[in-house]
């Protein structure tokens, strides 16, 4: 029986996990898709980059990854510590390098938050603490890309105005 990630992902018992992405529908990653003659070797530069600006966003290490023709694994290590380590102002700005589009939040990093709305850029920041520690949303950010994470971001901003 299959179970939600929030039960099978457990950091206290092992800092390691194993993603593995792939594409679907004869869909090339990288190398030479045999059926249009097409090279997708450029967008192997790109996923790299992707995952070491990741790396840097979030609470995590890539011990290891290998990037082939339809799919792609990541070994990451979920370094709790650090996360846990960062006081509000570093989860604001590493949560700002993803979504900018947070009113409070550019408006604190400018120096012109006070009263009320800091105390909700507080809450909010807890919040984001949270989701930097919590491998879903790496796992989704990583090999789903941003749009389902932005979405979320979208949908709490709409509720908040």
């Not at 929030?6 to 190398?31: D, K």
């Not at 979030?58 to 290998?66: K, L, M, P, T, V």
Request: proline share 2%.
């Amino acid at each position: 029986m299959t179970q939600p990630r929030s039960q099978i992902v457990q950091p206290e018992r092992t800092r390691y996990y194993h993603c593995v992405a792939r594409c679907v529908r004869r869909a090339w990653l990288c190398g030479e898709d045999e059926y249009t003659g097409k090279n997708f070797d450029h967008r192997k530069p790109w996923l790299l980059a992707r995952m070491k600006m990741l790396e840097e966003v979030f609470a995590i290490r890539i011990a290891a990854y290998a990037v082939m023709s339809n799919h792609y694994h990541v070994v990451l290590y979920l370094d709790i510590e650090q996360g846990r380590a960062w006081d509000r102002d570093e989860v604001i700005g590493r949560w700002t390098r993803l979504f900018s589009g947070d009113p409070l939040a550019r408006a604190y990093l400018q120096g012109g938050l006070d009263g009320a709305a800091l105390g909700e850029l507080c809450l909010d920041a807890a919040q984001w603490r949270v989701l930097t520690l919590e491998i879903q949303k790496r796992a989704i950010v990583l090999f789903h890309g941003l749009e389902r994470v932005e979405a979320w971001e979208r949908r709490r901003l709409k509720k908040a105005a």
